[in-house]
């Protein structure tokens, strides 16, 4: 009784280790992610212009549109200024070259002319595999319905 106990023990343990287990790619996405989360946080110009994509479509809660030289420009010039960023809630499904990642995103801004907020947004990003790292290629925010 007391192996069938251990078997069944072991055999439940290796079972959710493999289901929470990220794939290669997916561990990859997910550091792609915290490099755009922090690059966006310290405003790292030379970090955002390379995990982004040239054609880059960068969407905003508000329904704003930015291509990448303006999303870069926005965070490195202070227009949009992350105090900080907290990711949760984060899922990623890659197929094949492309991977989309959706989360929660709450930050605390201090955004030219609008002072200090709390911002609570889902966030929807597309990464393309593009000469074998992740590059983001979009994202669109909502807003978070208190």
């Not at 605390?108 to 907020?117: A, I, L, M, S, V």
Request: aromatic share 6%; hydrophobic share 40%; glycine share 4%.
């Amino acid at each position: 009784m007391f192996k069938r106990l251990l078997a069944i023990m072991a055999i439940s343990a290796f079972t959710l280790t493999n289901v929470s287990a990220q794939t290669k790619d997916e561990k990859a996405v997910a550091d792609a992610v915290e490099t755009l989360r922090k690059a966006m946080v310290s405003a790292d110009k030379a970090t955002l212009e390379s995990i982004t994509l040239d054609q880059l479509t960068y969407g905003h809660s508000s329904g704003k549109l930015e291509d990448k030289k303006t999303f870069v420009e926005n965070i490195t010039n202070g227009n949009s200024h992350f105090l900080d960023i907290t990711l949760t809630d984060q899922t990623i499904t890659v197929v094949k070259e492309t991977a989309i990642v959706r989360h929660k995103l709450s930050a605390n801004t201090d955004d030219k002319g609008k002072g200090p907020r709390k911002v609570e947004l889902y966030i929807l990003l597309v990464w393309q595999k593009n000469g074998g790292k992740w590059k983001l290629l979009a994202r669109q925010a909502v807003k978070v319905n208190s």
